[in-house]
């Protein structure tokens, strides 16, 4: 079983990932953000430094990734909390022109050679919901982060997964307490199962 979840900055992904690894006593699989050296110059500097964060996302990723599927390397089961198309997603949004055409040219070799999870389960919420989870949080370079940036990266989410042609499952996330509420919890990690088990896209 290889499960993702996804969604955009501040929705929940990890605390969801957490609960389903622990749920199926899979291998579970964390976003490695805080330790790109570029981050916190991008969320200042966005346009001198969209290339360096995102090469170094996309390396990082698929060196994560490819490690938990090495030859000879069996797992039952792994939790990740991203996809790697997220990193695409990201680039799309952040770079331009040659930058742009470089990184789509590293992104279509390595893509390719990761596996395809079983399920996505994609997370969303408004924009006003993000803030509120991001504030709470409190990752410093975080807190400057505007609205407007973030509506763009929800639609962008949405866009993908109107056509992702694999199994997926869609959350609102913003009606949801999973982290606080036991009955949401449940919920959720049932809504999971099931479409664990039916083996195709649920919404």
Known sequence: MYVVVEGPIGVGKTSLARRLAARHSAELNLEIVEENPFLARFYAQPEAYAFQVQAF????????LSALWQPGLYRD????????????????????????????DLYSHLSPRLPTPDLVVYLRADTDELLRRIALRGRPFEQDMKAEYLADLT??????????PHPHLT???????????????????????AALGAGQAAD
């Open 155 to 164: 639609a962008r989410y949405d866009d993908y997964f109107r056509s992702y």
């Open 77 to 104: 089961s792994v939790v990740s909390d991203y996809l790697f198309d997220k990193d695409f997603i990201f680039a799309a949004m952040n770079l331009k022109d040659a930058e742009f055409a470089l990184y789509e």
């Open 57 to 64: 996302f996309l390396l990082s990723r698929f060196k994560q």
């Open 171 to 193: 959350v609102d996330a913003a009606g949801l307490d999973f982290v606080n509420n036991p009955d949401d919890e449940t919920q959720l990690l049932a809504a999971v199962d």
